[in-house]
């Protein structure tokens, strides 16, 4: 056991290392402005359009009462007008962009009703940075008390946003969780098997003048997860076992899961190319709105889909044989392979289990945001994270754990730049590796 954490503490510096040189791929996220600012909020909100940027908000009174009819513009920073919107009975409004990039929201004060101001005008025109395909939520504070409403309605907007994250970082996580723990191996090729998961459905999902077999993007997804479940497999038979037999150290095969990733990732760069880009189905629809949220059917979806993928994984691990195999070889390899049980095949399911799911985990990460290349790359240094909060090595500690993360890491964004909200997420697991190192779900032991 001490082996391997000493395998995990050299891959969490890799980690870092590595996150530190590619900062500018890690940090996607936009720059936001705070909304910690009682005149003004701003905060990332649920992808109206995949592959489409807007900017929308809702606009209240000091009562809480919706405020019609007024007026909202935007433009460009250079002054040229892009969209504009009034907000409806119930204070809605959107504007759809031409691009990401950086915008002036501009709220008409003159359509506001009688008795009813900004509270703070400074802030208007509030200048925001929008990322690509991102729905950009803004809130303009109207009045005393208007403030208090709006931040409640941006909390449980992004508490719904976490959920979501959370809910896909716990689909790809759970394989890397499974596959340390049968064999104590750190992969760092695990976030370019969601990669592959995305970039397969989207070639199935494209038409045939984009290249693509023109299937919809229900079956590209089962077909992604089944290339990527045979991925694993493949990998594993090739490559892992061989070195394996070899008593290969678990160091030298972190290093050698670094260089599989490096070559993965290149090869889906040439592949796919540089660029990002949307699924052909589900790509604009009509936001429901539920209360304070609004939310799309394709983020009901993908939340339902990410939930019974999870639940399907527990009661495997729970109820089946090959499930309560994977447990065991996973708590005592030693002991398990004594009593009978197939090691070698544990394994070989593991990978097969774990990479089948970070492909469809990649999927419908592709669904709400866009595919690219890095897509996983970027959620590695995630799932690490709910993997290490959660318990290291068990898969129920990855499922808590990376729903912790997605949490913390949309709500930040509630008081701090999103640009920065990863940070948050990394600080709370370097807290509870303080308090508790085992994890929040994890079990004490005893080293040498």
């Known amino acids: 056991m001490s082996a391997r954490l000493r395998a995990f503490v050299l891959a969490l510096c890799a980690v870092s290392a590595i996150s530190t040189m590619a900062g500018p791929a890690l940090a996607h996220a936009a720059v936001a402005t705070p909304i910690n600012d009682p005149a003004v909020a701003a905060g990332d909100a649920l992808v109206l359009a995949q592959g489409g940027e807007s900017v929308r908000g ?64 400074d802030r208007n025109p509030l200048e925001v940075n929008v990322r690509s395909g991102q729905a950009r939520t803004l809130i ?12 409640t309605t941006a909390l449980i907007q992004q508490t719904v946003s976490g959920l979501r994250f959370g809910l896909i970082i716990a689909i790809t996580t759970i394989g890397l969780s499974l596959i340390f723990g049968t064999t104590g191996l750190v992969n760092f090729a695990h976030g370019e098997l969601v990669a592959i998961g995305a970039i397969v459905a989207y070639f199935f999902n494209a038409p045939s003048a984009s290249g693509g077999l023109g ?11 089944l290339v990527s479940a045979a991925a694993g497999g493949a990998i594993e038979a090739g490559l892992w076992r061989p070195l394996r037999r070899r008593r290969t150290g678990l160091i030298q095969m972190l290093v050698i899961s670094i260089g599989l990733a490096l070559l993965l990732r290149n090869g889906l760069q040439v592949w796919f190319g540089g660029s990002s880009r949307p699924y052909f189905d ?43 195999a994977m447990r065991a070889v996973a708590d005592n390899r030693d002991l ?19 990479a089948g799911l970070a492909g ?42 990376s729903i912790v993360v997605g949490l913390i890491t949309e709500l930040s964004t509630l008081w701090f730049s999103t640009e920065l909200k990863y940070v948050w997420a990394l ?22």
């Open 58 to 121: 809702t606009l209240r009174d000091g009562e809480g009462e919706p405020v019609a009819d007024v007026a909202i513009e935007v433009a460009t920073t250079d002054g040229a007008v892009v969209g504009e919107s009034l907000t409806d009975p119930e204070g809605n409004w959107e504007v759809e962009l031409p691009a990401a990039g950086d915008y002036l929201v501009t709220l008409d004060e003159g359509t506001l009703p009688d008795g009813v101001d900004l509270r703070d005008a």
């Open 140 to 151: 303009f504070a109207l009045g005393e008390g208007a403030a208090t409403g709006q931040f």
């Open 215 to 225: 299937v919809t993007l229900i079956l590209a997804g089962l077909a992604a997860t």
């Open 282 to 324: 589900y790509t604009i629809q009509q936001a429901w709105t539920l209360g304070p949220i609004r939310v799309t059917p394709r983020d009901v979806t993908v939340m339902a889909l990410a939930t019974l993928a999870l639940v399907g994984v527990a009661t495997m691990l729970q109820r089946t044989r090959i499930g309560k």
């Open 336 to 354: 398990a392979e004594s009593s009978g049980i197939d090691v070698q095949r544990v394994i070989l399911v593991v990978w097969v289990l774990g």
């Open 360 to 401: 469809f985990g990649g999927v419908l990460y592709g669904v709400v945001e866009n595919v690219s290349y890095l897509m996983g790359f970027r959620l590695l240094l995630l799932m690490f994270a709910g993997m290490i909060l959660g318990g290291i090595g068990t898969a129920y500690g990855a499922m808590f754990g």
């Open 427 to 448: 600080g709370v697991l370097i807290l509870i590796l303080l308090v508790k190192p085992q994890g929040l779900l994890g079990r004490a032991e005893r080293l040498g």
